[in-house]
């Protein structure tokens, strides 16, 4: 197991897909295998941005992540993408569409896209999560983006595993007692009301309104986006590129 | 196996989106499973690149307008130059009889007809899936 393990990385290291690829699921699958590779790679850690994205369900959260791909690709920043989605409760299984929405990147060698299903404890794909993402960073991504959905309680707490993390509103989601209740505005760095273009000056005022009386003491930077049109995107990317700078990196990873 | 089988269904060449292919995939998620599902008139690059990313045990091809003898095949022979020969290649959509030797010699494990229970193609997939640490 050590060996294969120190094969893998090699391989990786080397720039084979499969290799990173089979390190990514043992991650995943097998904790004990988790600890032993999070160990092994841990001196090469610390070099890429990594952004979390949060947010209401289909509030256009991996389109976002298409266009801002885009936008890093442009820079010439490679990219390493984490999509979790929840498995049924009831058969365990998944299904995982968010790579459907960047098709523009699978050709793209620069671009490495990974989905992975919740797996029923958010304890266990925290950890699991958290060592893809040291993957991705000691294998030379520049910047790493994990999609969680679920705002609150519910979902991963992908708020420790990251460096900045977006939260991604859609109009119509809710009114300011549920943001209220969600809590997640307070964790939040950058705010995207996504959708712009079907009216988001409701959702606007009442994030305003929570983020007033909150206890925050620097109100996050909410941004109108069309992720649909790629309207705003470069805002947004200006923002996770400030926001880059107040974060060391070290600090919040836990490790 | 003690973990989920991932399977990726992929729609190679012109078609759109069909019934069959979004049936499956959320038949193989009620059967336990882990479906990608990635869209529709996919290259075969993109697939078998898929296929590495997505770490998957298996891989259903799905095509309704002809053209299989055609990309079936090149999947194939990608994934086996990738590193990929393992993966248990499926394909289901409208496959006339004549063909089904050849891609069968080509390596494509198994064809459902339109004729297939989701739990005919789970039970198959669960008895020939490659084992753990192969
Ligand atoms: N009108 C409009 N629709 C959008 C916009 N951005 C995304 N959409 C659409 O919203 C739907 C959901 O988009 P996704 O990117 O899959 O959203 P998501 O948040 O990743 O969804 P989940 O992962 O399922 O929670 C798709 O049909 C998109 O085309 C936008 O700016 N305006
Ligand atoms: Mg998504």
């Known amino acids: 197991m050590k060996q294969d393990i120190d094969k893998l ?57 298409d266009k801002l791909v885009g936008i890093m690709r442009g820079k010439g920043l490679t990219v390493g993408v984490i999509c979790v989605d929840p498995s049924s409760p009831v058969t365990g299984g998944a299904v995982l569409g968010d790579r459907i929405r960047m098709e523009q990147h699978y050709s793209d060698d620069g671009v490495f896209i990974r989905s992975m299903a919740s797996r029923g404890s958010y304890g266990g794909i925290s950890k699991a999560v958290g060592v893809s993402v040291a993957l ?58 996504n959708k712009a273009d079907l009216g988001a000056d409701e959702l606007a005022d009442s994030i305003r309104d929570i983020l007033t009386l909150s206890s925050r003491k620097s109100v996050p930077p909410v941004i109108q986006t069309q992720a649909l049109n790629n309207i705003g995107i470069e805002d947004l990317y200006h923002e996770l590129e400030n926001q880059r700078g107040k974060h060391h990196h070290n600090e919040k990873n836990g490790r | 196996m003690n973990r989920p089988i991932r399977v990726l269904i992929a729609k190679p060449g012109l078609d759109g989106h069909d019934r069959g292919a979004l049936t499956l995939a959320m038949g193989l998620r009620d059967e336990g499973m882990e479906v990608i599902y990635t869209g529709v008139r996919q290259t075969v690059e993109n697939i078998v690149r898929t296929c590495s990313q997505e770490y998957v ?39 006339p009889n004549e063909d089904r030797e050849s891609l069968k010699a080509k390596g494509v494990k198994e064809i459902f007809g339109p004729g297939s229970t989701i739990s005919d193609i789970a039970n198959y997939i669960r008895e020939n899936v490659r084992g753990e640490d192969s």
């Open chain 1, 9 to 65: 990385i090699a391989g990786a290291l080397s720039g084979e897909e499969n290799s990173l690829s089979c390190l990514l699921a043992m991650v995943e699958n097998d904790d004990t295998s988790a600890s032993r590779i999070l160990n092994a790679i841990s001196p090469s850690l610390g070099k890429a941005y990594r952004i979390g994205i949060t947010g209401s369900p289909g509030s256009g959260k991996s389109t976002l992540i």
């Open chain 2, 57 to 95: 045990d298996v891989l259903g091809l799905s095509l309704l307008s002809g053209g299989h003898n055609y990309y079936f095949p090149k999947i194939i022979d990608l994934l086996k130059e990738k590193g990929l020969g393992h993966i248990l290649v499926l394909a289901g959509g409208i496959i």
């Open chain 1, 136 to 193: 991705f960073d000691a294998f030379g991504k520049d910047v790493i983006i994990v999609e969680t959905v679920g705002i609150g309680q519910e979902g991963i707490d992908i708020t420790r595993i990251v460096d900045t993390t977006l939260l991604v509103l859609a109009p119509g989601w809710g009114d300011s007692m549920q943001l209220m209740k969600a809590g997640i505005l307070e964790v939040a760095d950058i705010i995207a009301i």
